[in-house]
């Protein structure tokens, strides 16, 4: 922004460079980018993921079902804290416990299983989650949850849009920036040892 508006300003100047134009464009084609380009990839990029997600979420909660379990006993291992990436960003506190349920089919099931619920004496109902043989599975991914990541790497997305197209404009106005350089000490040498001289024109 201070490169396009520095050449607004200086848009008269006789001491404006050449190099310092061709920044100023540079800066306003990385700005433009910046604006439309970098939200746009990151709307579709969450867009296609968010799209991704929903199908996952349909086919999850085809293939899972809940069920009430009935606690036969506390499993030796204490209380732990669980992360499903699927289902919630938080760390949330569920407990093992032994219990026995009935599968899709009628057929009764007994195993190891987490629960959120506090009440896990013998006896108690808990609500788990089982596949279609089942077989203790994880809480299907919901509607909002699958929105909530789709957002977060659309917005990700642009994020590391907008890194690369600053990080683009800065090597591009660093390779100017040398060859400026480069050029005032070619111009130097040529001029350098006669600097000053009697008759140089100096």
């Not at 629960?115 to 006896?123: C, D, F, I």
């Not at 108690?124 to 599975?137: C, K, M, N, Q």
């Not at 390779?175 to 000053?196: E, F, H, L, T």
């Amino acid at each position: 922004m201070r490169a396009v508006a520095g050449v607004w300003r200086w848009r008269r100047n006789p001491l404006r460079r050449a190099t310092d134009r061709r920044e100023a464009w540079v800066a306003l084609v990385a700005l433009l980018l910046m604006a439309a380009a970098a939200p746009a990839l990151g709307w579709v990029c969450g867009s296609r993921t968010d799209d991704a997600l929903q199908k996952s979420v349909r086919v999850q909660q085809a293939r899972r079902h809940a069920t009430t379990a009935v606690v036969l006993h506390r499993a030796p291992e204490a209380p732990h804290f669980v992360t499903d990436p699927e289902v919630s960003s938080e760390r949330t506190p569920q407990t093992l416990v032994v219990a026995r349920w009935k599968a899709p089919d009628g057929t009764d099931r007994r195993g190891t299983v987490t629960t959120l619920s506090r009440r896990t004496g013998p006896g108690a109902e808990v609500e788990i989650w089982t596949d279609l043989d089942g077989r203790p599975a994880l809480r299907p991914m919901d509607v909002p949850t699958a929105h909530t990541h789709a957002a977060l790497a659309g917005f990700g997305a642009m994020l590391l849009a907008v890194g690369l197209i600053e990080g683009s404009r800065r090597l591009i106005v660093w390779r100017m920036v040398r060859g400026r350089y480069i050029r005032i000490d070619r111009a130097w040498a040529q001029a350098g040892p006669d600097w000053g001289r009697t008759g140089t024109g100096s």
